[in-house]
């Protein structure tokens, strides 16, 4: 039971190879965050996972499968997609989008039962927006609006989750909530991939990373081993230090925090031409 | 997104968080929320009766009215003794007037107002745009160069009338086949060929205007263009045929309708294949509106205006919204219709009429739009 990346090429026609020699796997109760600069590729490999590219080379496969040879809804009862946002032209509720997520266990020509009414509410509940059902979805909060994406997602009722940047229009706090529920899920057993330009959300939330950089994965693994100063500095060409919190005397509880030293050239390890990660621990 | 997650963030005995929603903290939300359930899906049924109460009301209404006013009892007599040969006959000339003049005028206009408000409801959610109509693909300008062209030509009416039909298919399809083979299945390739293809079909149409002869067949091309449903027979109703067609696939396919106004990559992620939809979407919309426009001539804002208006009484769901654009429709272009013939001595054109109307209903719309339900 695994979504598998094996050497995934892609091209753009007019910009080149975006994506090359791509190979990653997701599991059950595994959350994989996918860390790399802006243009790296982290949107194009997303499409390709949930088959809106293509005619990508190398494979990817779900349970065994190729994605290209199952149906479209076959894909969509098995990997569910959370939008960074969404903007509707027509005032649905909260309720209707969420209920859309049935979409793919409908009968082709059939409209949503009472079941799927049951499971649209529960997956508002289980992300806390229940109270919210009956706005439209353009007058929420953008945090709301997240969370209501979420929910669609968890009606959909498939095992693997895509969310490209979820975090990306919220405040601190919402933040927090989003990536709570999302290592939640990851709990229950979803295989969650995630898209984020906070490296500490890896940390926080997530039992994987993968650094993209041009089209290539440049580490993958725990978030203890392959986030380090070095790493990151070189994703993103500036120099980050990884540091260890503690968050009480005995320094029994203690968290990772990933800090980009902005111009202060007095310190030991801001060396712009070496960022080679003498600061770790 | 407070409650439950508020409750459980101090639960956790390291500085990991905890999701916010538990199977325990979530029971009596789970309670609060069964309580306050809207009855999704069901609620719009009553409003879809009231609405197909309005179309009954309207159209009855339109048979007591014109040259001749007839009372509501005698229509109902001429009406009853159409359906139940027992019932004793009316004056002739009544029946004549009710049975062959206004009862397949009213009829036409139900079909046509309908279909011309399904299409246009179809279409602004399969390309998310609230401006969308159902001309926006050519479906009008390449039948008002069909009907031109056979007018032009001397053609009887059925071939007028036939030739609008056909030609306006194949400007749609030329259309979408331009689209399919420069665009990448993108919608602005699509809406901008139709842009293209409809402005091509006017150009035609001024063609024949200009070779028309100007005391006979140029008033003739004029006034179709402007529409009406003056020369409406029973014979006309068999436009119902690919109207009903249109109208049960577009049904059939109202929650994909629905899904489709979520974007493209939204709906592909939800299983939709957006080609196929597409395709079948705009196969329909445009079957319908050229049956309809072969009928009536063309007739603008119907189709923009009435699935705002369904949508201010049903919401934007397509399963309701569908039914109720086509009831709507059908009431709207009913009363207008009526308003045509009766207001002045002569028929005012159609055409006329509902821009006139449709135009500053519009801005009252969009003056509710500010509210935030377009």
Known sequence: MTLAVQTLEFDYPQRGRVLNGVSLRVGPGETVAILGPNGSGKTTLLRCLLGIHRSYRGTISLDGKDLRALPRAEVARRIAYVPQTTTLVFPFTVFDVVLMGRTPHLKPLGTPTRRDHELAWHALERVGIAHLAGRALNEVSGGERQLALIARALAQQSPYLLLDEPTANLDFGNQARVLEIVAGLARDGYGVVITTHVPDHAFLACTHVALLKDGQIQAFGSPEDVLTSARLSALYSLPVQVATVTLDASAERAAKVCIPLLGREELPWSSRREPSGTGER | ?374
């Open chain 2, 1 to 374: 997104m407070r409650g439950a997650g508020e409750r459980t963030r101090r639960a956790g005995n390291d500085t990991r968080l905890r999701v916010a929603s538990t199977a325990v903290s979530d029971q009596p939300l789970a309670h609060a929320a069964a309580r306050t359930r809207p009855q999704a899906g069901s609620s719009a049924v009553p409003r879809l009766m009231a609405l197909l109460a309005l179309l009954l009301a309207v159209g009855f209404v339109s048979l007591l009215i014109g040259r001749y006013p007839i009372s509501p009892s005698v229509v109902l007599g001429i009406l009853a003794s159409a359906l139940l040969p027992t019932t004793p006959a009316t004056p002739d000339t009544m029946t004549t007037v009710v049975l062959d003049v206004r009862v397949p005028r009213v009829a036409a206009g139900a079909i046509v107002g309908g279909a011309l408000a399904v299409s246009g409801a179809a279409y602004q959610s399969l390309f998310k745009n609230p401006l969308a109509s159902p001309g926006l693909l050519g479906v009008t300008s390449g039948a008002g160069f069909g009907a031109a062209l056979a007018l032009l030509l001397g053609l009887p009416w059925v071939a007028v009338q036939t030739s609008a039909f056909t030609f306006g298919l194949l400007a749609v399809a030329v259309a979408y086949v331009i689209a399919r083979s420069l665009g990448n299945g993108s919608l602005v390739v699509l809406i901008l060929a139709g842009v293209v293809i409809s402005a091509f079909f006017q150009a035609l149409i001024s063609i024949t205007q200009y070779l028309a002869d100007p005391l006979t067949t140029l008033p003739a091309i004029t006034f179709w263009l402007m529409g009406g449903l003056g020369k409406a027979t029973t014979r006309d109703l068999l436009v119902l045929v690919p109207v009903s067609l249109g109208l049960l696939v577009l049904l059939a396919l109202r929650w994909r309708i629905n899904v489709l106004s979520l974007g493209d990559e939204e709906a592909t992620a939800l299983g939709i294949d957006l080609v196929r939809t597409r395709l079948v979407v705009v196969l329909c919309a445009t079957l319908m509106t050229a049956a309809a426009v072969s009928l009536s001539g063309i007739i603008g804002w119907v189709g923009l205006v009435v699935p705002h208006l369904a949508r201010a009484v049903v919401g934007p769901n397509a399963p309701a919204l569908l039914p109720a654009s086509f009831l709507l429709g059908g009431s709207f272009l009913i009363a207008i219709d009526t308003i045509a013939r009766s207001a002045t001595s002569a028929e005012i054109p159609l055409g006329i009429l509902t821009a006139l109307v449709g135009a500053p209903f519009f801005i009252a719309l969009l003056a509710r739009a500010r509210q935030g339900w377009v």
